[in-house]
């Protein structure tokens, strides 16, 4: 037991060792539309840009001060306002655009927005 924090602070400390902007990061993400794939986890993401899972998590934690989860539900969320603007909203439901941007479950799609934007996608539509 007294291992588990001590492997726990090695890695918060190979923050250090990883080579990568932050905003490349965000970039690709969104150009490929990695964001979009309702089944993204930290291992396909990691496959997807040619880098260990773990390396990956200690570099979003440090960079953006967010989980993993946190960090595609933040780009999520901005998309699905790009697609607002783009007035996508004409043609989608709320929940078919949310489910365009990648989340899979209502629920967590409210939640993330609310997080982001500090209201609800029906309060931010009426007010575009």
Do not use: C, W
């Not at 250090?16 to 990061?25: F, N, Q, S, V, Y």
């Not at 990695?34 to 986890?41: D, P, R, T």
Request: glycine share 2%.
């Amino acid at each position: 037991l007294k291992e588990v924090p001590q492997k726990r602070r090695s890695f918060a400390n190979m923050n250090h060792e990883i080579e990568m902007d932050p905003d490349a990061l965000v970039k690709t993400i969104i150009e490929q539309k990695i964001y979009s794939n309702a089944n993204l986890n930290i291992r396909v993401l990691s496959d997807q840009i040619n880098m260990p899972y773990y390396k990956v998590s200690a570099f979003i934690h440090s960079a953006f001060n967010q989980n993993f989860n946190e960090f595609i539900n933040s780009i999520r969320v901005k998309e699905f306002i790009n697609e607002l603007h783009q007035n996508s909203h004409q043609s989608l439901t709320i929940k078919g655009l949310a489910n365009k941007v990648g989340f899979k479950s209502t629920s967590a799609f409210y939640k993330a927005f609310k997080k982001e934007t500090g209201t609800t996608p029906s309060k931010y539509i009426d007010v575009l």
